[in-house]
């Protein structure tokens, strides 16, 4: 078995969901703030907890024999849950502590949720990324409260903005990996990720629809529906579905980023 030396976050497209909501946040509250670092610290560590909790949860109840990695897993986690602790203690005192502990407590049963997941190896579930989405997403709640003592109106539409962009991306990641599957198995028709993902696009599209009076949040819908589906329309071919997930990747966060920069100036 090989022995796993770091529990740096490996979940690429889960780190972008967690930072890119809370810069896009940032940037509007037009402010900086030295609590916005602490929160951003406070945050990457109660994300990077997961793994190595994960890993003392398995070593508790699935293991028999004790892992390597075990006593590497409860360094990581000590670090990590001492500097989450006083990044809550500044901002619990400096800050609006009554909605800042309940983000804490829902990240909390969130990540508890996650360990539980991980442990029964059900973490490919589209439904349970769909709900990492918007748990993932609330960092630009925290950036609000951080910089401002409060969520305004423009944050909570943001986190619904970035909840929405991020769930049609899982479906659509999701129908790629069933085609790929399908495609060695030689089976035919739509996968019910396929089927999703297309809802999923279909309800960018009227999202954009919505916001027609707002010409930027439209134009951030519209591109985010447009590379989707241009993504779902490459699987259909042999050597787009054989893409490597790497490159793939890389476009996504290219079509998130993108996604994120027109949302600002919409909310600018």
Known sequence: MNVKATFFPREHGATAMLLSPFGCAA?????????????????????AAKDPLVALVRQRLVWKQEHPET????????????????????????????????????????????????????????????????????????????????VPRWGWLLWLLCVLQAAAGIFVVHARLDARSTARTGESGDTASRRAAQVSVAALALAAIAFGPRPWIAAALLTAAGGY???????????????????????????????????VVGLW
Not at 113 to 132: I, L, T
Request: hydrophobic share 60%; proline share 2%.
């Open 27 to 47: 940037i509007l509250v037009r402010r900086m703030r030295w609590r916005e670092a602490v929160a951003l610290v406070a945050i990457v560590c109660a994300f």
């Open 229 to 263: 589906w241009w993504e779902l329309r490459r699987q259909r071919d042999v050597r787009g579905v054989q893409m490597p997930l790497k490159r793939v990747g890389q476009q996504m966060l290219a079509l998130s980023i993108v996604y994120g920069v027109l949302i």
């Open 71 to 150: 006593r590497t897993a409860k360094r990581w986690l000590a670090l990590e849950l001492l500097a989450l602790a006083a990044g809550g203690v500044v901002l619990g005192l400096t800050g609006p502590w009554r909605p800042l502990a309940l983000l804490g407590l829902a990240a909390a049963g969130f990540a508890l949720m996650a360990v539980w997941v991980n442990v029964r190896n059900r973490q490919r579930s589209e439904w349970f990324h769909v709900a990492s989405a918007a748990a993932l997403s609330s960092t630009s709640l925290v950036a609000c409260l951080a910089a401002l003592g409060e």
